[in-house]
């Protein structure tokens, strides 16, 4: 087993801001690639962000969040980060970590955190 733990969600009013944090232990965490996706509530699950392994650090956006958040890494402190800014209701979900020797999207040798809450108040 292997630890992911998010941390950083909570209430917060619409337009600010937030910083989830997912820190992994027990994996050599520089070659996995890391997503976030979340689920609001009657929704399905979906993919937010992504951000490749130590070979490069590309990221990718769901268009919805595309310019509002940034999804970053730091190898050295084996966390990943979803920075959030100008927060929307609809942005309001349970954010969820993933780690991944693949493609993050898709199912197979990965690991998820349990998830952290964020709503966001009109």
């Known amino acids: 087993q292997v630890p992911l733990v998010e941390s950083g969600g909570g209430l917060v009013q619409a337009g600010g801001s937030l910083r989830l944090s997912c820190a992994a232990s027990g994996l050599t965490f520089n070659i996995y690639n890391m997503g976030w996706f979340r689920q609001a509530p009657g929704k399905e699950l979906e993919l937010v962000a992504t951000i490749s392994n130590w070979r490069d650090d590309r990221t990718n956006y769901v268009v919805s969040v595309k310019g509002r958040f940034t999804i970053s890494r730091d190898n050295a402190k084996n966390t990943v980060y979803l920075q959030m800014n100008s927060l929307k209701p609809e942005d309001t979900a349970v954010y969820y970590c993933?780690?991944?020797?693949?493609?993050?999207?898709?199912?197979?040798?990965?690991?998820w955190g349990k998830g952290t809450l964020v709503t966001v108040s009109s």
């Open positions: 993933k780690a991944s020797r693949g493609v993050v999207a898709r199912d197979g040798m990965d690991y």
